[in-house]
């Protein structure tokens, strides 16, 4: 996803075309897509409770939702169509800032990602019972 927003940006492969880099990246992001979406969900899995009600844990599923509505608006303009991007301006304009709107949001969620383990769960959930008395009796 950065590799094809930085080229969009113009900060990055400029001897590629921008329609080359998206084509050729397009089966590697959806590959990426299911294998992290899939050890998320396993992670989740694993202290569901405590993410629930984690702060960031919410902010990060919010935004892929603005991932998602940033991919329903733009798909169809501009990536479904990258062979186009470069000899319109106005199209390229749409593009740059779509590609700018993406960094931001996968920044955004890799920061959240990030700081959820920092953030302590609530007391009187029922893990943290089930831990407490683990430990007593270890």
């Not at 062979?83 to 390229?92: D, K, T, V, Y």
């Amino acid at each position: 996803i950065l590799v094809t927003d930085l080229r969009i940006l113009g900060a990055g492969m400029k001897s590629i075309s921008i329609a080359d880099v998206v084509n050729r990246t397009r089966m590697w992001k959806r590959i990426g897509l299911v294998f992290a979406g899939g050890c998320g969900f396993l992670l989740f899995c694993s202290k569901a409770e405590a993410y629930y009600y984690n702060p960031l844990f919410r902010a990060k599923i919010f935004l892929f939702a603005m991932v998602a509505v940033h991919a329903i608006i733009f798909k169809g303009s501009i990536y479904n169509q990258p062979e186009n991007i470069e000899g319109n301006p106005a199209l390229m304009s749409k593009a740059r800032m779509a590609a700018g709107i993406s960094i931001t949001l996968w920044t955004c969620i890799m920061i959240a990602g990030r700081g959820i383990g920092y953030l302590t769960a609530p007391a009187g959930l029922h893990f943290a019972g089930l831990l407490g008395r683990l430990t007593n009796v270890l």
